[in-house]
């Protein structure tokens, strides 16, 4: 059974980081790409992070480059997504997305509070 399950959302005061992490079974991991998506309360899904396969290129959001750091263990199936110098525009639940032939998975998500 194929599963992305997330972890360490929570709420934070701004300016401080938080780390999520994306845990996957049951599909060989090494063959996906991964994003963290993004869904503020009252609006839609934001694409936040990619990594590739392989070498594991990472690509952002302009609101995230400078701030957050996608990263991935192949030997771990993990995804992770360091996100710094949080702002209360980053309150969301985040989900961890695979990626195949196609956007093909999702995770249930994580949520994210920022605020003082």
């Known amino acids: 059974e194929v599963q992305l399950v997330e972890s360490g959302g929570g709420l934070v005061q701004p300016g401080r980081s938080l780390r999520l992490s994306c845990a996957a079974s049951?599909?060989?991991?090494?063959?996906?790409?991964f994003y963290w998506v993004r869904q503020a309360p009252g609006k839609g899904l934001e694409w936040v992070s990619t990594i590739t396969t392989g070498t594991g290129t990472p690509y952002y959001t302009d609101a995230a480059k400078g701030r957050f750091t996608i990263s991935r263990d192949n030997a771990e199936a993990m995804v992770y997504l360091q996100m710094n110098n949080l702002t209360p525009d980053d309150t969301a639940v985040y989900y961890c997305?695979?990626?195949?032939?196609?956007?093909?998975?999702w995770g249930k998500g994580t949520p994210v509070t920022i605020s003082s």
């Open positions: 049951g599909f060989t991991f090494n063959a996906y790409r």
């Open positions: 997305v695979r990626h195949g032939n196609g956007i093909d998975y």
